[in-house]
């Protein structure tokens, strides 16, 4: 169903996939960056760039001497860390995690983007498959296979930085009632596992619903998680001001956790919101291992998931 044609953008070669509804644009080269996912129909482009040209400082540099931009995939873990677990225990793992400075090989067949990445602190390799199932859904999928004779445990996450502005919503599923904290500046949100009720929150500013976007003027910037397991893989940004949306589905069975990173000028002078579908909980993959909440796969085997990425009008 979609086209796919290779371009150059700021010296990188950049995959281009479009229908006549939904565009996209990836750059293999920098970890399997995408730099925009456009609603043709309305010409809105959904992912925020900051003023940084494209680009990384190398595998294993600082998220933040990046450019900072797009969708980029985290794993095995956001935090930078020591792996926990016997036999690879110590292995550093860095900042964001290994991939998203990684070049990955890509290739493109039969209507549909490969991409493929091989472990450095772990014995891995990492595949993404970019098709359109319609005009406006874009689906991914990953396949993750251990080439050691031993399990690892691993937390992997989406970061899609969408473009925002205030008066957008936030919309999860209606079971999902508390979060926990894992980043807050200023501590608007407390400190590192506190547990606070979603959506409405009191803070020093007054009573806050977290489901609606905050204006840059806010000065804040937040990383919380929605404690337990999902029973349902969805999440969704909207614009009630044009009626588009952009809505996130993933399989809750091997995609358990959300997170939800809210940047409102206060991280950067960046004014951005990322959802998180993630294998693990609170950043930190020696923190998820301690609390069970890592996802793990056996010696040799595979584990699959996909994300699907609807743009509605």
């Not at 229908?19 to 925009?36: N, Q």
């Not at 200023?186 to 596992?193: E, N, S, T």
Request: hydrophobic share 35%; aromatic share 12%; net charge negative.
């Amino acid at each position: 169903m979609g086209r796919w044609t290779k371009e150059n953008q700021e010296g990188y070669d950049v995959w281009a996939g479009e229908t006549d509804a939904v565009s996209i644009r990836v750059i293999p080269e920098l970890g399997s960056k995408v730099i925009s996912l456009v609603n043709r129909r309305s010409n809105r482009e959904w992912l925020w760039r900051s003023g940084k040209a494209l680009g990384n400082q190398g595998f294993g540099s600082s998220f933040g001497a990046s450019d900072e931009s797009g969708w980029d995939e985290m794993f095995p873990s956001i935090n930078e860390c020591l792996y926990p677990e016997a036999p690879w225990m110590g292995n550093k793992i860095p900042d964001h995690g290994e991939v998203w400075s990684s070049k990955w090989q890509a290739s493109c067949t039969e209507g549909e983007l490969h991409c493929r990445v091989e472990g450095v602190c772990l014995p891995y390799s990492l595949e993404k498959r970019y098709s359109f199932v319609s005009e406006n859904i874009l689906r991914m999928d990953y396949t993750l296979t251990n080439r050691s004779d031993s399990p690892f445990s691993f937390l992997w996450a989406a970061h899609p930085l969408f473009r925002i502005h205030e008066g957008m919503r936030l919309n999860v599923p209606g079971e999902l009632s508390e979060i926990e904290t894992s980043y807050s500046q200023d501590q608007r949100l407390g400190v590192f596992q506190d547990k606070l009720a979603w959506p409405i929150i009191e803070s020093e500013q007054g009573m806050l619903d977290l489901r609606l976007i905050e204006s840059a003027d806010s000065k804040s910037a937040e990383k919380y998680y929605f404690t337990g397991k999902l029973e349902l893989g969805m999440a969704q940004l909207s614009d009630p001001a044009t009626g588009e949306a952009v809505t996130l589905r993933f399989p809750a069975e091997t995609v358990p956790y959300l997170a939800v990173w809210a940047n409102y000028g206060g991280f950067g002078g960046h004014y951005h919101l990322a959802i998180e579908p993630a294998t693990g909980r609170m950043d930190d993959l020696a923190h998820a291992v301690l609390h069970n909440e890592a996802a793990v796969i056996g010696a040799h085997g595979t584990y699959r998931w996909f994300l699907e990425m609807e743009i509605t009008s």
